[in-house]
C-alpha cells in the first residue's frame, strides 16, 4: 500500500527566504505527483504535475522535483512572501488513477 | 471562469439523519471524485465515477453512497449520518484526455455529525 510522508508538519519563515518542502512515497511505481496549496477551510489548488517521466516542472517561483527510483520530491519555493503561508500537500498518482496524499507540511511566511 | 462548486458549504446535523451532500462542475470533465480530510489522516478517496454509467468504491466507502446523475454533477449521501463522519468533504474532477490526469478541488463542505 503507498504511503506518503511529507516531512516538516509545521515550518515557519522569515518573508525572502527560499525554502524546500519534502515529499516522500513508498512505491516508486507511480504515474504522477501532483503538489497542491490548501489553505485554511478552503479546497485544494493544484500548483504543480509532474508525470513519472519527467524530472522538473517549475511555474513561477515555484519548482517541484521528482526522484522516482528514491521515492522523493521537493517543492522548492523562491523569495517566500507572507502570501504563501498556507498548508502544502503532495500526492502520487498510482495504480487504479487513485491519489494518496500526504498530510501536509503547515508552512507560515513571517514579516 | 469553469469551477467546480460544492452543496451546502456547512451543515450540522444529528446522528441518524440522512445527509445528501452535492458537486457540479462546469468543465467539461469526466471523472469525478469524493474524498474527506480529517485532521493527521490527509485526505482519502470515498467513491470515483470515471463516467456517468461508471462508479467505483474508494478506500473508505461504508456508510457512503453516490449517485452521478450527468456528467457535471455527483453526490454523495450519507444514509443515516454517525459522529465518525464528521469531516470535511471534497468534490474533486479531472479530464481523463488530458496529460497526468490533473484532479481539480471544490471548496469543500464542513460536515458536523452530532
Known amino acids: 500500500k503507498q504511503e506518503v510522508t511529507q516531512i516538516p508538519a509545521a515550518l515557519s519563515v522569515p518573508e525572502g527566504e527560499n525554502l524546500v518542502l519534502n515529499c516522500s512515497f513508498t512505491d516508486s511505481a507511480i504515474y504522477n505527483l501532483q503538489w497542491f496549496r490548501q489553505d485554511p477551510g478552503k479546497g485544494l489548488t493544484s500548483l504543480l504535475l509532474?508525470?513519472?517521466?519527467?524530472r522538473e516542472q517549475t511555474s513561477g517561483r515555484l519548482n517541484a522535483s521528482l526522484d522516482k527510483s528514491s521515492g522523493r520530491s521537493t517543492l522548492y519555493i523562491a523569495a517566500s512572501q507572507p502570501g504563501d503561508s498556507a498548508t502544502y500537500l503532495c500526492?502520487?498518482?498510482?495504480?487504479?488513477?487513485?491519489?494518496?496524499f500526504g498530510t501536509g507540511t503547515q508552512l507560515k511566511v513571517e514579516l | 471562469d469553469a469551477d467546480v462548486t460544492q452543496t451546502p458549504r456547512n451543515r450540522i446535523t444529528k446522528t441518524g439523519k440522512r445527509i445528501m451532500l452535492e458537486c457540479s462542475q462546469t468543465k467539461g470533465h469526466d471523472r469525478m471524485y469524493w474524498y474527506r480530510q480529517d485532521p493527521g489522516l490527509g485526505l482519502r478517496l470515498i467513491y470515483y465515477s470515471f463516467d456517468v454509467k461508471d462508479i467505483n468504491k474508494g478506500e473508505i466507502s461504508d456508510g457512503y453512497s453516490v449517485s452521478r446523475q450527468a456528467q457535471a454533477k455527483f453526490s454523495l449521501s450519507l444514509e443515516s449520518a454517525i459522529p465518525n463522519q464528521t469531516a470535511l468533504y471534497f468534490c474533486?474532477?479531472?479530464?481523463?484526455?488530458?496529460?497526468?490526469?490533473?484532479?481539480?478541488f471544490g471548496p469543500g463542505t464542513r460536515l458536523t455529525v452530532l
Open positions: 509532474i508525470q513519472s517521466s519527467q
Open positions: 500526492a502520487v498518482k498510482g495504480g487504479g488513477n487513485k491519489l494518496t
Open positions: 474533486a474532477t479531472s479530464d481523463s484526455a488530458s496529460s497526468g490526469d490533473e484532479q481539480f
